[in-house]
């Protein structure tokens, strides 16, 4: 057994003593007067400050604007850079904000020329890209942390093609649409070949195999629509936005669009 083993069960007094004194120093405090922790904890605010604006203004940004073919006014990332794989279009409207780490990813086997276009006002944050074609993203839509979205399975559902490492075949390889002003959850997961309808909500953690109509909410696996957002005569649309906040709760829907 190892002392400090033995120390931890001994009931002697000089082990007791010694317990004691480690709880004391785990669980010690220190006063802290405000004319002496205020200043500190400016100083750390403006250096942090500082720091984060020279990151992303000076090293990320440029980075990312780098990558783009095409950006528009005001495009803003926070202070990750993003991982960038494969060759492909980057298009991006005014006010748009890609904030966290994204990860965007083409294969460019799969079709000559993969897209991503990212319409104004619109929030990425933290979201996964596999791009074979195209995936379109309207404007004012919100896209939480942890969404992925991939435009075809990366890999041929026959064993013996795959087993070959062919690439898929060009059916399987299908866009995503998201229309305009889309709230897409946390680590939710959008499949290829789905649109997504205008003003639509998709729940935190849904898996979206097929389309979604224009302002309904979704949710699970796979996604089904459990809400209306139009049809206010109904329960259904009065109880809507207490379920989108519920089920969308770990989205960062505080961001403002564009800010």
């Known amino acids: 057994m190892s002392f400090r083993y033995r120390l931890a069960r001994s ?16 669980t010690a405090s220190i006063p802290a ?8 904890l400016w100083a750390y605010l403006g250096l942090r400050a500082i720091y984060y604006f020279a990151m992303r203004a000076f090293l990320c940004e440029p980075l990312f604007k780098a990558s783009c073919r095409r950006y528009g006014r005001r495009l803003r990332t926070g202070v990750f850079i993003h991982w ?5 279009d980057i298009l991006l409207g005014d006010d748009v ?13 799969f079709t000559p020329n993969p897209t991503l276009e990212v319409g104004d006002r619109t929030c990425v944050r933290g979201t996964t890209f596999s791009i074979g074609r195209r995936i379109t993203i309207g404007h004012d839509c919100l896209i939480a942390m942890g969404v992925k979205m991939f435009d075809s399975n990366g890999h041929q559902s026959d064993p013996e093609a795959r087993l070959a490492g062919l690439p898929p075949r060009p059916e399987d390889v299908r866009p995503i649409t998201i229309a305009d002003n889309v709230w897409i959850g946390q680590m939710a997961i959008i499949t290829p070949g789905v649109t997504i309808g205008e003003g639509s909500i998709v729940s935190a953690g849904s898996v979206v195999l097929g389309d979604v109509p224009p302002y ?25 936005p207490v379920l989108a906040t519920a089920l ?12």
């Open 97 to 109: 904000v890609f904030d966290a780490k994204c990860d965007i990813l083409f294969a460019a086997r």
């Open 84 to 88: 960038i794989q494969g060759k492909g």
């Open 248 to 259: 969308c709760s770990g989205s960062d829907s505080s961001v403002s669009r564009g800010a």
């Open 216 to 240: 309904s909410v979704v949710a699970g696996y796979p996604a089904r629509k459990i809400a209306s957002l139009r049809d206010s005569r109904t329960q259904e649309a009065q109880n809507a």
């Open 33 to 40: 007067p405000w004319y002496l922790v205020k200043p500190m």
């Open 11 to 26: 009931q002697h007094p000089a082990a007791r003593t010694l317990k004691r004194l480690y709880r004391g120093v785990q």
